[in-house]
């Protein structure tokens, strides 16, 4: 019998204050960095291509160290990616869903196999700290095992209205060839969420992952071929998106697009979608997370304490660089002084260093161009408001930034507005409750949101109209949990896909209808 969504376990977070663990996690990152610098060819099907151009990565902590070393696919290996799919396609839909199902949940022990070596290699390629990848690697384990039982109920739905005379049912089918377009902020967890998703319901991908994390895209390609998923069901295309997007996006024989990145880049590959190709058959489905300006209100009955640690671990934790991450705290006028009181204290306490040093707790932002945006964003908001923390680099040879706290920031700003993703906080005073769901509501985005209050009514209220798609009530507006947060968010936030809930899987799949006349 299929176990209850509801009966779900999380993989358990390893303590790393464990002597065991920590040393488990030291050696792991020992082995990681023996591999630095390693060539990876590009492989489509059974074959192997080396381009010549490759796609260097770095470690954000140590920019000098090259992490992974990529042979770049050309436009004329995308489309042979994109070929070998749709050709393996009807293979691959055809099998069998406790095939499929058996296949994702043995790449979820895989990964729990290799968890602190996945954890190091999120340390190193994208500038996590240890918590921070190891809360990123369970998710991806999480992922796995809840969408294998997610496809256990979807290949045997639940029996509709069976008319006299007919034997009626409803089955789920595959689309097609999806691509996938992983971020690099949580570059295992979301890429194994979008990618497992649409292989388990039978369809074939071709995945390009970040520019900036190819690395763990290509350990996660040697999970689903022990894992057993076929080499033709699944590329790993090391690509510039500039070089290769549109063309694949556009392709006439891509079904989906699954994606979780930037509004810009969310909104071009909506519109391209929509436009139909020469030899196109359908209509293409786009799946996309694009990002948030998450609010925290601090209301005038709140907890102070705890809403002082709330904001600060959901604006700082991994750099800010969560599209889930608090980037205004809207506190109520009268208790704003006493809140800043509190907060200020734990930001600067966040000391600030390589990733790979459990001492730190906030490491370097991913790469040049995005601390110099960051940066950017800093110098408006030093104009709009008044800085009362950091507000530039921190010392080290990686990519360092000083968490940052900007006060008396109005709604008008473009710090209020605009997305930053890094470890800037801009503070707005809120008149009363009333104004604070306003401000927190004024804002093209609606991912995350958190209020901190002891008023039950206020809270109720806020569970009515704040507009988000991930409301947390005292507590953190980060760290959704598969299964118990569904993750996706309203507006230009995307389409509230709702990564890690029930429903997730029918975005890849399409409803047919088989009405059989008996008697």
């Known amino acids: 019998m299929t176990a209850r969504l509801c009966d779900f376990k999380n993989e358990p977070y390893a303590d790393f204050s464990q002597p065991d663990n920590a040393a488990a996690m030291r050696q792991a990152l ?12 590009l492989r489509i099907g059974g074959e192997r291509f080396q381009t010549g151009n490759l796609l260097k990565s770095v470690n954000p902590s140590q920019p000098d160290q090259v992490v992974g070393a990529h042979h770049k696919a050309t436009p004329e290996l995308a489309l042979k990616a994109i070929e070998t799919a749709d050709r393996y396609f009807p293979v691959w839909a055809a099998k ?23 954890n190091a290699w999120l340390v190193y390629e994208s500038g996590k700290t240890w918590i921070e990848a190891e809360a990123d690697v369970s998710e991806a384990i999480d992922f796995c095992s809840y969408y294998a039982l997610l496809a256990e109920r979807m290949a045997s739905p639940e029996p509709i209205v069976q008319l006299p005379g007919e034997r009626n049912e409803l089955r789920y089918i595959a689309l097609g060839v999806g691509l996938v377009i992983p971020p690099w902020n949580f570059p295992l ?61 556009d392709h006439p024989r891509i079904r989906f697009i699954s994606f979780t990145g930037s509004r810009e880049i969310g909104l071009r590959i909506n519109e391209r979608a929509s436009k139909t190709s020469p030899g196109q058959i359908w209509i293409k489905r786009v799946v996309a997370e694009m990002g948030g300006k998450d609010a925290i209100i601090v209301d005038d009955e709140a907890d102070l304490e705890a809403a002082a640690t709330g ?10 660089q969560k599209c889930s991450a608090c980037s205004r705290a809207i506190v109520a006028d009268s208790v704003h002084d006493a809140f800043m009181e509190k907060l200020l204290p734990k930001v600067e306490a966040i000391k600030v260093g390589p990733a790979d040093d459990p001492a730190y707790q906030m490491g370097p932002v991913i790469n040049e161009r995005s601390r110099q945006s960051i940066l950017d964003y800093i110098e408006i908001g030093k104009k709009d408001g008044k800085l009362v923390a950091g507000g530039g680099k921190a010392p080290g040879d990686g990519f360092y930034l000083e968490p940052t706290v900007i006060d008396e920031i109005g709604p008008e700003s473009r710090l209020f507005q605009e997305e930053v993703f890094g470890p800037v906080l801009a503070v707005t005073r809120a008149r ?26 206020k809270l109720a209220a806020a569970a009515d109209r704040f507009h988000v798609g991930n409301l947390y009530i005292n507590r953190k507006c980060t760290g959704a949990m598969v299964g118990a947060h569904p993750f996706g968010g309203f507006n230009m936030s995307g389409t509230d896909s709702k990564a890690g809930g029930p429903d997730y899987l029918f975005w890849f799949v399409q409803a047919k209808s088989v009405a059989t006349r008996i008697g």
């Open 96 to 118: 069998p869903w406790q095939e499929r199902i058996d296949a994702l949940r043995r790449a979820a022990a895989i990964i729990q196999r290799r968890k602190f070596e996945f």
């Open 311 to 320: 904001v600060c671990a959901s604006a700082f934790g991994y750099q800010g």
């Open 189 to 249: 967890a979301i890429m194994a969420g979008m990618t497992v998703a649409a292989l388990v319901s039978g369809n074939t991908v071709v995945v390009k992952p970040s520019s900036d994390t190819p690395t763990i895209a290509a350990k996660f390609g040697e999970v689903l071929e022990e894992a057993g998923f076929p080499a033709e069901s699944y590329t790993m295309l090391p690509a510039g998106g500039g070089e290769v997007g549109d063309l694949m996006v």
């Open 30 to 41: 020992a082995q990681v960095r023996a591999e630095f610098g390693k060539e990876y060819d």
């Open 432 to 457: 009363d409750f009333e104004h604070a769901i306003e401000l927190a509501n004024n804002s093209e985005y609606g991912l995350t949101g958190a209020i901190y209050s002891a008023n039950p009514a």
